[in-house]
């Protein structure tokens, strides 16, 4: 079992839907929460970054974390065809041999249709 | 001016040969990583060197070898190459590690035949 389990979709949606994209994780010891975009032929980009359990929100995006079952969520508002992208969950633990080690899930694909 | 920058983006090979990809880093960061994309897109990491020093050593066959003459550079080189060897191989940087600050390059594709 992968310490980071995520639906990889595809997820197909018309322009203006709300999408939300989970992930599930084993390790207790994760306390960095990241969800990336990756563009076709494109490395990953940082899109929302939360440490520990609560939500966070960044314009279209909200990041929420909980810690209690191991699950996190991103949600999309009103998704435009620029948002169709890959989008990966990926998290952390603190120092040690996590140092800077970033524990991906597989990745969602994501298309958004005008 | 591109921050993470790798070569060669394409990498078309034949079993049994050795080949490398280089990496380079323009942002200052300390620490420098070699992740793997199969695929599925599933990332995972390889290596990561901080200051030149190999911190990061996942379980990866000896046939890859990770070297950083300097913290703005990090190389890969892949010795017998396998049809398994066949995968993106992304270069990223951060400052002391920190999980926060990632500039991912935009990958190198390697097809082994």
């Known amino acids: 079992q992968k310490e980071v389990e995520q639906d990889p979709g595809p997820l197909s949606v018309p322009e203006g839907a709300i999408v939300s994209l989970n992930c599930t994780y084993s390790?207790?010891?994760?306390?960095?929460f990241m969800w990336y975009r990756q563009y076709s032929r494109k490395g990953p980009e940082l899109l929302m970054y939360t440490y520990s359990s609560g939500n966070k929100e960044d314009g279209r995006f909200t990041a929420q974390v909980d810690k209690s079952s191991k699950y996190i969520s991103l949600f999309i508002r009103d998704s435009q065809p620029s948002d169709s992208a890959t989008y990966l969950c990926a998290m952390s633990g603190r120092g040690g041999t996590s140092y800077g080690k970033l524990t991906f899930g597989q990745g969602t694909i994501l298309t958004v249709h005008p | 001016d591109t921050a993470v920058s790798q070569t060669p983006k394409y990498l078309v090979t034949q079993m049994g040969n050795d080949k490398s990809i280089k990496c380079e880093q323009n942002l200052g960061h300390d620490t420098m990583y070699w992740y793997k994309q199969d695929s599925k897109k599933f990332l995972k990491i390889m290596f990561s060197y901080n200051n030149k020093e190999l911190i990061i050593n996942e379980t990866v066959p000896n046939r890859f070898s990770p070297k950083s003459p300097d913290k703005a550079h990090l190389n890969l080189h892949i010795n017998s190459l396998e049809l398994g060897d066949s995968a993106v191989y992304f270069c990223?940087?951060?400052?002391?590690?920190?999980?926060?600050?990632?500039?991912f390059g935009s990958g190198t594709r390697l097809t082994v035949v």
């Open positions: 990223a940087s951060s400052q002391g590690g920190n999980n926060y600050g990632y500039t």
């Open positions: 390790n207790s010891a994760f306390q960095y």
